[in-house]
């Protein structure tokens, strides 16, 4: 009995060291990974940091001012007025898209269907 | 170890044997026992404690090792770490009430040099020279053979720079990273940026601190390593400050001003949206002016003419006093008081712009819009000086601004140092006591906003605290009615902005001499207004100093010519920006009328 037990051990030894040394390894992997992860991101903010900062730079007023001066036959931009404000009460709204035949003289027996359009038929 | 018996048997038949007490053997053998027992507890107990102070020992001596190893060690750039860190920056940044940037961090690099490992010091040297153009070649090359080991050469590089001095190729030239200080919007609002620079340098790190303006004021929260993430949001809004620079701008053109000031307000939280002194700077090259001895402090471009600057702002303070009096019950809109100029008081005689005379009697509220100073000077005499200080004191002239601006200290009011009557009198249309724009801008939203105190602030906030009542609702209103009919039936006219209800008044000082007494041709015109009357949103002031308007037959210099219109174009660009609806005022009845058929 005893030699088996001794055998069963060494084996589960030997299982373990290679599991442990499979472990290791991964492990370290991961943490170069992770790593070589973490320098991306913070080389990804950094970028991100230095186009907010270019993004604010190419819209300062100052810039806008001169490119809307420099585009103004094309664009027309001026300052925003008082007269500019409106009432939503004043705005005509667009006639509604109403099918063309709705409503037209000639129909007086509507009809009702119900039920399922067979899906082919739903093709254009 | 063999145990020795308590009571040996041969030793106590002997003891019988001579007849002593046979208990005392066993004693004693006890009493060895103990003995033994003991010295052998003392020594398991001396040698643990040897080896628990020789632990204590090692677990001191690491740490304080590493505390020797982190003191002696260089700083270094923060590096982002994975979850969750936004710490790259060690500083945060400044938006605008929007979010808009208005000071952010870049990164960038410091050129040193270790002259010992240079391989040429001659031809770097002239290879420096011709990528900076403002070096010295025979300088250059004089520091790099005396023998040191070190030097600085530029604080920051740009990408192109830092090429060009990859390219020279020679090894004792070495970068060190750097994160600087970056205003996107150059000189838009200078003086509230104030401005950076570093601070303690090392090789791979240095010290980013705030010079001036805000960026010193809350130097401590901007450096917090636990807020860096989180922006300083402030109260300012981009567009309207661009806007109302623009303006600014070219109304001190326009007047030939020597210098101009400007502050829109919210009325009910004391916020700043936009804030503006000319002539300005670019906070990305702080420039460090050396001031010609006869110059004025305010013709610095670092001066903040908003908050440092205090002046006579003159008639400007009139509606305090009217407000006062109406609040105290003296007077109503209608009281007429006594308008007969010129009035002798004592040796002094107050006169009338011009000498004219309004009176011999006028309304309150005449007064305010035709801008009587012997009206206001009757009005403060009803109230009398110890009523009339405890008001000012309470719309907060008598001490220096709160506003987090690291100059806001040296803007403090300049104060009679004795209250007599007459002082009452002149302070009533604002000669004899000086403050600064700020100042008044927080008076006047005070009254527009029905008479809470507000404190000015740059901080964006979305819950502000109200302040103490000052004035009663009824009376604020009412003076918010005097000044509007100030600029539709007064001095004001040219700030009646179509839409927007400008309520406002205008106040023209003459600059004190430094050699005491007054010029008699250069004056400090300031307008403040407060629109729309009806539900009064935004206070806008605007201060020129020196301004004369030439379009005339002759050179006009009251406030009603000159920071009238400016403040009037203000508002005209900045009403729409703030999202202020225009107001339909009531028409005048068109020709058209209705027709039955």
């Known amino acids: 009995m005893r030699p088996v037990i001794f055998v069963l051990s060494f084996i589960a030894v ?56 420099l585009n103004f036959d094309r664009l027309g931009l001026l300052p925003l007025e008082a007269a500019q404000f409106g009432e939503i009460a004043t705005v005509s709204s667009p006639p509604p898209d109403l099918p063309a035949d709705l409503g037209a003289p000639g129909i007086d027996n509507p009809v009702s269907v119900s039920g399922e359009i067979a899906p082919e038929s739903e093709a254009p | 170890m063999t145990r020795t018996p308590l009571r040996p048997l041969a030793r106590i038949l002997q003891a019988r044997a001579r007849g002593e007490n046979p208990d005392t053997i066993e004693r004693e053998n006890l009493r060895l026992r103990h003995e033994k027992m003991r010295d052998k507890a003392r020594a398991r107990a001396e040698v643990r404690l040897l080896i628990l102070g020789l632990a204590f020992f090692s677990a001191f001596t690491v740490i304080g090792a590493r505390m020797g190893l982190l003191a002696s060690t260089q700083p270094e750039e923060p590096r982002a770490a994975a979850p969750g860190a936004e710490i790259l920056a060690q500083r945060a940044d400044i938006t605008d009430r929007n979010g808009r940037i208005l000071a952010t961090n870049m990164l960038t690099h410091a050129l040193y040099a270790h002259p010992r490992d ?74 509230v940026l104030g401005g950076a620079s570093f601070g303690n340098e090392g090789v791979h790190s240095a010290e980013v601190i705030g010079t001036a303006g805000i960026e010193k004021a809350l130097d401590d929260r901007l450096r917090d390593p636990a807020q860096a993430g989180t922006p300083l949001q402030l109260s300012l809004d981009l567009t309207v400050q661009a806007a109302l620079e623009e303006v600014l701008s070219a109304g001190r053109t326009m007047m030939s001003a020597r210098g101009a000031a400007a502050v829109v307000m919210d009325v009910n939280t004391g916020q700043i949206v936009a804030m503006a002194s000319l002539p300005d700077f670019d906070p990305n ?96 005499l009803m109230i009398g000086g110890l009523r009339q200080q405890a008001f000012l004191k309470s719309l907060g002239f008598f001490e220096a601004t709160p506003v987090e601006l690291v100059e806001a200290r040296t803007g403090r009011p300049l ?100 050699t005491g007494g007054y010029y008699k041709d250069k004056v400090i015109n300031t307008f403040a207004s407060v629109f729309p009357a009806s539900d009064p949103q935004y206070v806008v002031l605007v201060t020129l100093d020196e301004p004369v308007d030439t379009t005339g037959p002759e050179p006009r210099r009251t406030a009603g010519w000159t920071s009238v219109p400016v403040a009037a174009e203000i508002t005209r660009r900045i009403a729409p920006l703030l999202n202020v609806r225009p107001v339909v005022e009531d028409q005048a009845v068109t020709a058209v009328s209705a027709v039955h058929n």
Do not use: C
């Not at chain 1, 990974?33 to 940091?49: K, M, V």
């Not at chain 2, 004792?172 to 970056?182: A, H, I, Q, T, V």
């Not at chain 2, 003296?330 to 000498?355: R, S």
């Open chain 2, 118 to 191: 240079m391989i040429d010091p001659d031809r770097v040297a002239q290879e420096l020279v011709k990528v900076f153009p403002d070096m010295d070649a025979a300088d250059l090359q004089r520091r790099f053979t005396d023998g040191r080991r070190f030097l600085w050469l530029r604080r920051t590089l740009s990408p192109e720079q830092m090429q060009a001095v990859h390219d020279i190729g020679d090894p004792g030239l070495l970068f060190g990273p750097r994160e600087m200080r970056l205003y996107p919007n150059g000189a838009l609002a200078a003086h």
């Open chain 2, 415 to 514: 104060l009679p140092k004795k209250w007599a009557d007459i002082v009452t009198i002149t302070t009533s249309y604002g000669h004899g006591m000086s403050a600064s724009p700020l100042h008044l801008a927080a008076a006047y939203a005070t009254i527009a906003n029905g008479g809470e105190k507000v404190s000015p602030t740059l901080l964006h906030s979305e819950n502000p605290q109200p302040g103490p009542r000052v004035l009663s609702e009824k009376v604020a209103r009412d003076s918010v009615m005097m000044l509007r009919r100030g600029v539709t039936h007064g001095t004001a006219s040219l700030a009646d902005v179509e839409g927007y209800e400008v309520a406002g008044k205008t106040g023209t000082a003459d600059k004190p001499k430094r």
């Open chain 1, 14 to 69: 030997m299982g373990l060291g290679f599991w442990a040394y499979r472990e290791h390894y991964q492990t370290r992997d991961a943490l170069r990974e992770l790593t070589g992860l973490q320098n991306e991101i913070a080389d990804l903010r950094e970028a991100l940091a230095l186009q907010r900062a270019e993004w604010a730079y190419l819209n300062r007023p100052d810039r806008l001012r001169e490119l809307s001066a």
């Open chain 2, 285 to 380: 090259d702080r420039p460090n002016p050396v001031l010609a001895k006869d110059a004025e402090p305010g013709d610095s471009p670092l001066f903040n003419r908003a908050v440092q600057g205090v002046y006579e702002l003159g008639s400007t303070f009139k509606i305090f006093a009217a407000a006062q009096a109406m609040e105290l019950g003296l007077v109503n809109p209608d009281t007429m008081v006594d308008a007969n100029a010129p009035m002798v008081w004592g040796k002094h005689k107050i006169k009338e712009f011009q000498n004219k005379n309004y009176g011999p009697l006028l309304s309150v509220t005449d007064v305010i819009a035709k801008s009587s100073n012997v009206g206001t000077a009757h009005i403060a």
